[in-house]
């Protein structure tokens, strides 16, 4: 799409949008006032309650000393309460910064310092590990409301309110904190606009209707479970089923139930059902009514997606994003399924170009870096302006570090431009060798690092099984040795019970890389 038919493709999907993400239920609120919105359990609130719940949760906000400008950091599950406190945040003018309460100690006190919270409010009665960071930070447990049970934390008398935009595209509406390759956590300010915009482009991608009932495992603290789970579907006026902890034999249910149309997940979602399938010595898995499956989060293995359509009868959706996008980018169409690795063709209202390491675009066909300019692309990284200026460029290109080409107008990623290895002056890009991995029948799922050595790389595979295999390294290292070139084969196959993984399922490979590096010095000594 060239920047004129992007440009004006944008400014149609902006017409019309609220200020703010939590007017998304206003419409619905009218036309269908007794139609459930959220479910939490066994508690429903509908369209026509929610308005009164989040004017009333807002007022509760303002009580604890929130102000316009501040930030609120909201630690907990998906559940009601954290929904009712992401939509009071946006109607008080605050920045919402959900913290997903599995991270560590460590991890949730860097979210809460650098983000200078006024409050940190715990969503602590179906959170077992938010209750103990309460307790940590010596919240005072309270009932609020139709929130039940929240611990509220001290109010800290220094945070300072940022100013209050009348702009949408300016307003912060949430900070999400990512980390990326390195590890180290960033806050990316998402504004009313970024998350606005998608929504709306994610619906005309998924098609959904009021009829439809989603399932919100996908955490809130992630940008696909705030962006596309909750904001999206309440602006179509769809229910969303609140689910605090990702049980697959607990989605089998619901799908058998039929209490889910749409799914939303990462290949480890999938991957995680047919285990579940396997141990409970299940013939098939549910189909109930489910009619649309999407997957996002990390490369999309062709045997993966081939199992679970036949599975489900029903096409697997492939879609790629980035936090700092809101954070769609491109996604496959039912209007034209693909059967190989795409994630489709880029959204509309978008441009993207693909650029080399001079700098230049690169030839088509060719991989290159994967840039990005539209109303998605985020405010900036909060507090952090030398690396929002080495991300955004003056020309509002957003640099999203992944390696992509295209075939006419499908994108396929290659993977992160730091996770590139370079080995003997070839390009090795770990896709391609996990997708090798992940197509034999004993393994999970892979992840790839690369680990220097003297004056090259090598490639390091992690791999995790299927319960019950007994599939070695070396006959894994044989499987893969027939499929790859020599400079692409793994050095060293590892086995591991399970890969070390976010609160999404996304492999965490900084991690990995570590422990590769480890595992040499160790052999060294």
Not at 103 to 113: G, H, M, T, V
Request: with cysteine; proline share 6%; hydrophobic share 45%.
């Amino acid at each position: 799409m060239n920047s004129g038919t992007a440009r004006e493709a944008a400014a149609a999907l902006l017409a019309g949008l609220p200020d703010r993400i939590s007017h998304v239920i206003r419409t619905p609120a009218r036309q269908q006032s007794d139609h459930p919105a959220l479910i939490g359990g066994d508690i429903v609130w509908t369209y026509g309650e929610l308005p009164t719940i989040v004017a009333d949760t807002m007022a509760s906000l303002e009580g604890y000393g929130v102000r316009p400008g501040d930030r609120v950091m909201i630690v907990g599950e998906n559940s009601l309460a954290l929904a009712a406190l992401v939509l009071a945040s946006s109607e008080l003018g605050a920045w919402a910064v959900v913290g997903n309460p599995r991270l560590s100690d460590r991890e949730i006190d860097q979210i809460r310092d650098h983000s200078g919270a006024r409050r940190v409010l715990y969503v602590v009665e179906i959170s077992e590990p938010a209750r103990q960071h309460a307790l940590r930070h010596e919240a005072t447990l309270q009932v609020v409301g139709r929130l039940g049970v929240l611990g509220i934390g001290p109010l800290n008398d220094a945070a300072v309110p940022e100013p209050v935009e009348a702009d949408a595209a300016r307003q912060v509406a949430a900070l999400l904190y990512t980390s990326g390759t390195t590890g180290n956590p960033k806050g990316v300010m998402l504004t009313h606009a970024n998350i606005l915009f998608n929504a709306r482009v994610s619906g005309v991608l998924r098609q959904p209707k009021p009829a439809d009932k989603i399932y919100g495992v996908l955490p809130m603290s992630h940008i696909v479970g705030f962006s596309i789970i909750l904001i999206a579907s309440l602006m179509s006026g769809c229910t969303v089923h609140l689910v605090p902890r990702y049980d697959p034999a607990a989605l089998a249910d619901a799908i058998a139930r039929g209490d889910v149309t749409m799914l939303f997940g990462v290949p480890a979602t999938y991957q995680r059902l047919l285990e579940y399938k396997k141990v409970a010595g299940l013939e098939t898995l549910p189909r109930g009514a489910l009619q649309r499956l999407f997957v996002a989060g990390a490369p999309l293995d062709l045997a993966l997606k081939r199992r679970i359509e036949t599975e489900f009868g029903v096409p697997l959706l492939n879609a790629f994003g980035i936090t700092e996008c809101a954070p769609g980018i491109s996604g496959v169409r039912y209007e034209a399924l693909r059967q190989d690795e795409s994630v489709g063709t880029v959204l509309p209202g978008l441009e993207t170009r693909l650029v080399g390491h001079d700098g230049k675009p690169v030839a088509a066909g060719d991989v290159g870096e994967l840039h990005v300019r539209g109303p998605n692309v985020m405010r900036g990284y909060y507090r952090a302006p030398e690396a929002t200026a080495a991300a955004i460029d003056a020309d509002g290109w957003f640099n999203t570090g992944d390696l992509a080409r295209f075939d006419g107008d499908a994108l396929f990623i290659a993977g992160r431009s730091k996770e590139l290895i370079i080995r003997s002056g070839f390009n090795v890009y770990p896709a391609e060798v996990e997708a090798v991995l992940n197509a034999h029948p004993g393994v999970v799922q892979s992840a790839v690092v690369g680990r220097a050595v003297a004056g090259n790389e090598e490639v390091v595979a992690f791999v995790q099984l299927l319960p019950g295999s007994c599939v070695t390294s070396g006959e894994l290292m044989d499987y893969a040795s027939g499929q790859l070139t020599a400079y692409k084969r793994p050095t060293e196959i590892i086995v591991l019970e399970a890969l070390p993984a976010g609160s999404t399922g996304k492999i965490l490979k900084h991690k990995l890389a570590e422990a590769a590096r480890e595992e040499a010095a160790r052999r060294a000594t």
